[in-house]
């Protein structure tokens, strides 16, 4: 979660805190959370080791506020991202007016024009632009069917990278190592 880098991520001693913090909140899991075993802790740990202490409160904090059971681990991610991605909580309709205005305001006449847009469109709104093409955005002669295009383009990357998000770069660098070696093994072998 790129968004979150600059906040203290959490460290081993903290997650002690999560679980207590856990207890509280959701008294009927309070068992799951008390007594836990290092082997569970370091699970914990290495889940949320990249994600900002802060946020992992408030985030809990916010489940609590609509849920009745405890959250698992990619529930408390998902919150986390919400709460440090808005750019990934815009839907595809208003992306797509977005990209409707910026047509009003700019047109596709000029690469200045097409710069400036960029500078105020959310990166993944210009993705799905640059994928399908500006120019073909705003000459399409069909500009239904080029929204029925941008919207399948902007919620398969918003999946994609929110998917991708939840992951820890940890979890995702020793399984690219894993499947790399796994690979070589296939070849050699």
């Not at 398969?156 to 399984?175: D, G, M, T």
Request: proline share 4%; glycine share 4%.
């Amino acid at each position: 979660m790129e968004t979150v880098k600059t906040m203290d991520c959490l460290a081993k001693t903290d997650v002690v805190g999560i679980f207590k913090l856990l207890s509280v909140l959701f008294p009927q899991s309070a068992k799951n959370f008390t007594g836990v075993d290092s082997f569970a802790r370091d699970a914990w740990y290495e889940m949320v080791k990249d994600l900002p202490k802060e946020l992992v409160a408030e985030a809990i904090k916010s489940y609590a506020a609509s849920h009745v059971f405890a959250p698992s681990i990619a529930e408390i991610r998902t919150e986390v991202l919400k709460a440090a991605n808005p750019e990934l909580q815009i839907g595809a309709d208003e992306a797509w007016g977005m990209v409707r205005k910026a047509i009003s305001k700019y047109g596709s006449s000029s690469r200045e024009n097409y710069l400036k847009m960029t500078a105020e469109m959310p990166v993944q709104v210009m993705r799905c632009i640059e994928n399908l093409g500006w120019r073909n955005i705003c000459m399409s002669e069909e500009p239904d069917m080029v929204r029925a295009h941008f919207y399948r383009a902007y919620d398969a990357q918003i999946n994609r990278e929110s998917q991708s998000a939840l992951v820890p770069e940890s979890v995702k660098n020793r399984l690219q190592r894993l499947a790399g070696a796994e690979n070589r093994a296939q070849i050699e072998g």
